[in-house]
């Protein structure tokens, strides 16, 4: 969902071209070439100790110093035990510096974390290649590969070039709108014809940016929509940057009724998600700025209310059962909860052989959430089940290798189940590239359990 180029996660294999596969904290699904070694660039603000880490890695590899640069993986690692990324890059290093047992264990760590890599083809593995073991991870990769769960095609949407980024379902009458990052607008599912046909919610007087996340406050009939500025929109400009606010829509009048802004401060803004509790606060995530925005009842713009050097790209929001708790998707960094009267931010631990990177959207369902986790490889949805405490307690894969999860985005629990969009069309605008040929998106289905 949504940032900007402060971070971007490296997967955990190559897909077919050869290059690792990166997604910037903007959805953006990119390929770059391929280094000896790929660290995150350095951005211009503080940064949490185990990226600050990883920068100093980076050095150390240009120098050709790599005792240094597994000395600082390795505490990284320590910081931050579930990133791929810190994994990866240790077994390759281990690998060249004589150290194969070592570069193994990273190897089945990731394995065991579900992902993919492919090992057998990348020569920085070659030194592994021949000892006892290597075959097995290979087929462990392998079998990650595989489809699991029971994922379904809820319905298709054909005839789309935009990036179908978000979408709400009304629990009363189940008519569906889609938000779309592109063309700068909100579409609905009109199912009054013969056969359902996409329709355009928003008007273009609007002034709508990028539309990513939506949601429905029934009680009060309000369709809420975020809304940012970046470059794979429509008609984007220079002027545009930092431009961020959430929009409300009248569904008696189906109009805007009203906007709520971020106050400029001459930082970037995306505005990737947001949660409302029971009493109509809005608790809004933002990617780009290391901030989380509140919009009160009856308040005239958002206002700061949490920012956090250690946030890195906030991403999807979720509140507790008793709504007391914000757990906050972080995509470089993992899953923060934080306490709605201190204000106190925690970062969760996941659990064994488990990962909470790359964690888009985020979704409370009964002593759990629902994850889309759609910066690592490959691509799925999670189910985090939670203590009585509120920690994480172990993680399930619920959806992966459905051949329509090309490039996961936003979802809503529906009826006992959880609707997302599979094929959001983000890698269609690589670079800001546009237009684009028309095609289906497919908005697929999965148990809660």
């Known amino acids: 969902m949504l940032g900007t180029e402060y971070n971007w996660l490296i997967s955990t294999s190559s897909p077919a071209d050869g290059t690792p ?27 949490p100790a185990h990226r600050q880490l990883l920068q100093e890695a980076t050095a150390a590899a240009k120098a050709g110093d790599t005792a240094t640069v597994i000395t600082k993986l390795e505490a990284a690692r320590a910081l931050r035990p579930d990133y791929p990324r810190v994994r990866t890059n240790l077994a390759r290093f281990y690998a060249q510096a004589g150290r194969p047992a ?40 392998a079998t990650n590969r595989s489809a699991t769960g029971r994922d379904e095609a809820a319905w298709a949407i054909t005839g789309m070039d935009g990036i179908i980024e978000g979408l709400a379902v009304h629990p009363a009458t189940l008519e569906s709108f889609f938000s779309d990052v592109h063309h700068r607008c909100i579409w609905y599912r009109d199912v009054g014809g013969e056969s359902a046909v996409m329709k355009k919610f928003s008007a273009d007087t609007d002034g709508l940016l990028g539309v990513f996340a939506l949601k429905i406050d029934a009680a009060r009939n309000i369709l809420w929509a975020s809304s940012s500025a970046l470059p794979e929109m429509k008609g984007y400009s220079d002027a545009d940057r930092g431009r961020a606010f959430l929009a409300a829509y009248d569904l008696g009048t189906r109009r805007l009724a009203r906007t709520y802004s971020v106050p400029p401060d001459g930082r970037d803004h995306v505005l990737g998600d947001f949660v409302a509790g029971a009493d109509g606060t809005l608790y809004v995530s933002d990617s780009s ?3 989380i925005w509140r919009l009160a009842p009856g308040a005239a713009s958002l206002e700061k209310w949490l920012e956090s050097g250690e946030f890195v790209s906030l991403q ?19 899953i ?10 925690v970062l969760l631990d996941a659990p064994a052989h488990a990962t909470f990177f790359g964690i888009d959207g985020l979704y409370a369902v009964p002593r759990g959430l629902i994850a889309v986790q759609n910066g690592i490889n490959p691509q799925r949805i999670i189910r985090i089940d939670l203590a009585a405490d509120g920690t994480p307690s172990g993680v399930r894969v619920l959806g992966a290798g459905h051949p329509a999860m090309s490039d996961l985005a936003l979802g809503q629990v529906v009826a006992g189940h959880f609707d997302f969009i599979g094929n959001s069309g983000w890698s269609e605008f690589e670079k800001a590239k546009g237009p684009t040929a028309a095609r289906t998106v497919n908005i697929l289905r999965t148990t809660l359990e």
């Open 21 to 47: 596969r990166v997604r910037f904290a903007s959805t953006s699904l990119l390929t770059m070439a391929v280094a000896v070694f790929c660290f995150l660039c350095v951005s211009l603000r503080a940064e």
């Open 102 to 141: 070592d570069a193994m264990q990273q190897l089945r760590d990731l394995a065991a974390m579900g992902l993919v890599m492919n090992i057998e083809r990348d020569d920085a593995y070659a030194p592994l290649r021949d000892r006892p073991g290597f075959a097995e991870l290979v087929a462990a990769f």
């Open 289 to 291: 700025s290391p901030v």
């Open 316 to 334: 999807g929001t979720a509140l507790s059962a008793d709504g007391r708790q914000l757990y906050v998707a972080d995509y470089a960094n993992g």
């Open 336 to 345: 923060w909860r934080v306490d709605l009267a201190t204000r106190v931010p």
